[in-house]
């Protein structure tokens, strides 16, 4: 292994990340206590609470989720469609590296950063509401597994893209909406029967109502289930990445 | 000679099915400077990029160091140093920054000397704080040059390094060239000024349409292929040849002054005894005369249109 390499790799993400350390931070802590004075304090105090739990501490685990996703995915494809797109990337295909090493590097940078972004806003919360975090090694487990998975499909996504629109359609058309109604702010319980067994079908619903549970200790699903959840879509990110590698595929000719 | 390149039956088809390579063989000696010339689209970066890592070959095998670019793909890039034709540099890093980038990709570890002493080399010391984008073209392609020194290369490809480079930075190139042959690097450089080649190399390949068509010692590729002109001023202009000059290989020109007399330079019998003797009976009277060797452009040309020619017959 390449390990001065993929630190390489790493470190150079993580200086990209700094140069812009103002937005890295500022947006999502705005995002939040704008998330917080819209559900939290308009809606929030009709609801009163979820499950038990006042609405304003149970939308955080939701948030996070949120912006976990959104982050893992953006820092990844864009990490790696930036060489792409300038031509920089002539460097790693030459380097010593191989495709493994290179995915290391982006993924590690990209859920670093999401995962630095989920402590912030996990603070900026503490200001607003009562958190109590019932399993706190699951719940940095649920954080790790879900910043890496989705910074897997964010690095499959910056590698399939061929011009910037390709690299925000997803994250837009698929990220957004599956967070959206996956129960970041309201409980599948809430929702009408029919609409239940469709929300069944969201993969992060599993991810939002398993991470709740590390806070709360309710869950919408069992945490096993979650659990699997998760591991699946690891799984299925590496096993893509296997693939790409296997091929070559749309980053050498 | 110890091959440190070893090229076999190497072939590139591109997805399009286009052949931009068909069977090249080549071995390239350790520290020699060899100078591939072609005209544009004829696979010269695609060879370089095939030896590289960026292009997969279709077929045959390349060894670098006696490593297989495949199957012992890191020890085969550790020794290359890669300087792309097309300026691409991330803008908004430092010039230092991206060198140290480049190493630590290699899996070297730090070495602050090593990059000075680079940086100092291509005039960059100074801009090293600079974020690459601030960098005028020249300086970019030096940048580009510092990162592929920056992990101690035994191999350097240069694709067309002086590309738009101007001439007094252009002669500081080939003084760093010489530096780096000088320190036992192996340098395969590509380029359209045939002068470079000429100045540079120890070798010349000349390829076009993905075939090697001639690897040849510089000097030796003169000789062989070098043709000379003799050329004679008159001292009255001459309205046509005399009849007992017919029969030599003389032409004159346009301004009726001069006559040029083609010979092949290594011949056992240039001719030229003969020709003058001929000359000096018809009593003609000459003012000067000199020879002229012809240079690589015109072998280079040559080759190329025979290649060419070659081709349409068979067609
Ligand atoms: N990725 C690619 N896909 C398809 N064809 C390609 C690709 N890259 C290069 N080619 C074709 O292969 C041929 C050789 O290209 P190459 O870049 O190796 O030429 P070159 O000798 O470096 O030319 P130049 O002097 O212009 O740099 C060209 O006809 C080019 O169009
Ligand atoms: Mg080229």
């Not at chain 1, 999502?28 to 009709?46: D, K, M, N, W």
């Not at chain 2, 920054?97 to 100092?120: M, W």
């Amino acid at each position: 292994m390449n390990w001065q390499g993929i630190l390489s790799i790493y470190r150079y993400e993580m200086n990209r990340t700094f140069r812009t350390l103002a937005q890295s931070i500022v947006s999502p802590v705005l995002s939040t206590v704008l998330y917080f004075v819209v559900f939290g304090s308009a809606i929030g105090s009709r609801i009163d609470t979820v499950d038990g739990i006042p609405y304003g501490a149970f939308i955080v685990p939701g948030l996070i989720m949120l912006t976990v996703l959104q982050q893992s995915v953006t820092n990844a494809s864009f990490g790696i469609y930036f060489p792409k797109f300038i031509g920089t990337i002539y460097e790693l295909l030459s380097a010593p590296l191989s495709f493994i090493e290179i995915v290391i590097g982006y993924v590690g940078a990209a859920a670093t950063k999401a995962l630095m972004i989920a402590v912030i806003i996990l603070i900026t919360s503490a200001f607003f509401v009562d958190l109590t975090i019932a399993h706190p090694v699951w719940m940095v487990t649920f954080l790790l597994l879900t910043a890496i998975s989705f910074s897997l499909l964010g690095f499959i996504i910056g590698i399939w893209a061929k011009n910037f629109e390709q690299l925000q359609l997803i994250p837009l058309l698929v990220i957004t909406p599956l967070v959206f109604l996956g129960g970041a702010f309201y409980s599948v319980s809430m929702l009408p029967p029919a609409w239940q067994t469709v929300s069944f079908f969201n993969p992060v619903v599993y991810l939002i109502s398993g991470f709740r549970w590390s806070f709360f200790g309710v869950s919408d699903v069992p945490v096993v289930i979650s659990l699997l959840a998760i591991s699946v879509f690891l799984a299925a990110g590496l096993a893509v990445i296997w693939v790409i590698f296997r091929t070559g595929w749309r980053i050498k000719a | 000679m110890d091959a440190i390149i070893s090229i076999q039956n190497l072939a590139k088809t591109y997805d399009g099915g286009f052949e931009a390579l068909k069977d090249i063989n080549l071995d390239i000696a350790e520290g020699e400077i060899l100078a591939l010339l072609g005209p544009n689209g004829a696979g010269k970066t695609t060879l370089i990029s095939t030896i590289c890592g960026l292009v997969t070959p279709t077929s045959g095998q390349v060894t670098v160091g006696g490593h297989d670019i495949i199957h012992a793909f890191r020890a085969a890039r550790s020794l290359i140093g890669l300087v792309p034709q097309e300026i691409t540099i991330e803008p908004f890093a430092k010039v230092i920054d991206t060198v140290q980038f480049s190493r630590g990709l290699f899996g070297k570890p730090r070495n602050d000397a090593h990059i000075e002493s680079v940086l100092k080399s291509l005039s960059l010391w100074d801009k090293r704080n600079a974020r690459n984008q601030t960098l005028s073209g020249g300086m970019k392609r030096r940048v580009l040059i510092a990162k592929a020194l920056s992990h101690e290369p035994r191999v350097l490809f240069l694709d067309e390094p002086t590309a738009g480079v101007d001439v007094t930075l252009r002669k500081e190139m080939w003084e760093l060239v010489r530096r780096l042959r000088d320190d036992g690097v192996t340098i395969i450089l590509t380029t359209h000024y045939i002068e470079e080649a000429e100045e540079m190399a120890d070798r010349i390949g000349i390829i076009d349409k993905g075939r090697l068509l001639l690897v040849e010692e510089k000097a030796r590729l003169l000789h062989d292929l070098g043709r000379k002109e003799l050329v004679l001023e008159l001292g009255a202009p001459l309205n046509e040849l005399p009849a007992s000059l017919a029969g030599f290989n003389l032409s004159l020109s346009e301004d009726r002054q001069h006559l040029t007399y083609e010979f092949d330079a290594h011949a056992e019998r240039t001719g030229m005894t003969r020709l003058l003797g001929a000359i000096a009976e018809t009593g003609l009277s000459l003012k000067d005369l000199s020879t002229r060797q012809s240079s690589l452009e015109d072998v280079f040309l040559k080759l190329v249109q025979d290649g060419h020619s070659n081709e349409e017959a068979g067609e």
